[in-house]
């Protein structure tokens, strides 16, 4: 044995002599074991589908089984609240739509978070725009014409909304700070489709992938999508900036790990997300949602953070909308 084997094995005595565990000294290459994806939302949302496509694949690319934990409750407050507080050690992440990140700081009283403190940001992984939606009774056929007809009777309009801190709801909101177009936003615990169809609510702002079901109802029209350019099987709807330059709201889909998890780990599960999102069965997959891969860097994800959290701040300022308890 030479001098230099003599002092690794004369290190692993000495390290066995003091309790810790030789497997630990052994294994050290992340990830060695199961990984948790927290999902603030229930099943069959559009979080759960989309993340639940990414959590597949992912654990193809780092070779480790991955798990999605469902945790519901209170806007999404419950499940990053549960993210905010894990072991930083990259075993368990946070996958979210935006709402959780840039807009609940603004909209929900006592947020027990603060995610540019508490979450590190990882990829964003997919992006998809909502669309303004009218019942077909309403004398509108184009969006410019829809802000025509709100500014002109402000408040005839019934808009539905899955709560008040909610895109749709804060959508409304940014139309009218950015047009003076005034809907009446009307509050809704679950899926208001039906009511649009029957006239009960004249207006929505709904998720992409509901749009074809709806239009085909022949109830119903699209007007514009909300993203920033037309996403693929939307083509022949316009995009609202086309008509309000400025209004950008994408649904946007990112994987954040607790603060403090070492930079190597962040690194290496950038890549790996990155690397999903290039993959073409899930470009594929996500386009039939009316969604579109976008793998970004942990730093292109914290500018996006930055800017969104600071554009709502500033409509929910300037609409003087009080947090929801």
Do not use: C
Not at 27 to 53: E, F, H, M, N
Not at 225 to 237: F, H, N, P, S, V
């Amino acid at each position: 044995m030479n001098n230099t084997a003599r002092r690794s094995f004369a290190t692993l005595l000495a390290t066995a002599a003091i309790g810790i565990p030789w497997a630990s000294i052994a294994q050290t290459k992340y990830p060695s074991r199961l990984i948790t994806i927290v999902l603030p939302a229930g099943a069959g949302t559009g979080v759960d589908i989309i993340g639940r496509l990414g959590a597949q694949k992912l654990s193809e690319v780092l070779g480790q089984p991955v798990v999605i934990e469902n945790v519901v409750g209170a806007s999404g407050v419950i499940g990053v609240q549960k993210v905010t507080r894990a072991k930083p050690d990259g075993y368990t992440l946070l996958f979210a739509f935006n709402q959780t990140i840039t807009m609940n700081p603004h909209v929900v009283a006592n947020l027990p978070y603060a995610p540019q403190k508490e979450l590190l940001p990882i990829s964003e992984f997919a992006a998809a725009p909502f669309v303004w939606m009218v019942n077909a009774q309403v004398p509108v056929k184009t969006f410019p014409e829809l802000v025509a007809y709100a500014k002109s009777q402000p408040g005839k309009l019934a808009m539905g909304v899955t709560g008040f801190a909610s895109a749709a709801y804060l959508g409304s909101q940014l139309l009218a700070y950015q047009t003076g177009a005034e809907v009446l936003p009307v509050n809704y615990a679950g899926n208001f489709s039906a009511d649009l169809i029957s006239n009960v609510v004249q207006l929505s702002m709904s998720p992409a992938a509901q749009v074809p079901a709806l239009v085909a109802s022949g109830k119903v029209r699209a007007l514009a999508q909300t993203g920033k350019r037309r996403a693929e099987g939307l083509k022949d709807i316009p995009t609202v900036s086309e008509t309000v330059p400025g209004y950008v709201i994408d649904a946007w889909y990112g994987v954040w790990a607790p603060a403090g998890t070492p930079k190597d780990i962040v690194a290496t599960l950038t890549e790996a997300w990155r690397s999903v999102a290039s993959k073409p069965e899930i470009r594929e997959r996500l386009a039939a949602l009316s969604a579109v891969a976008v793998g970004s860097t942990a730093e292109e994800l914290d500018a996006l953070i930055r800017n969104e959290t600071k554009m709502w701040g500033d409509v929910v300022k300037a609409r003087k909308i009080t947090p929801a308890q």
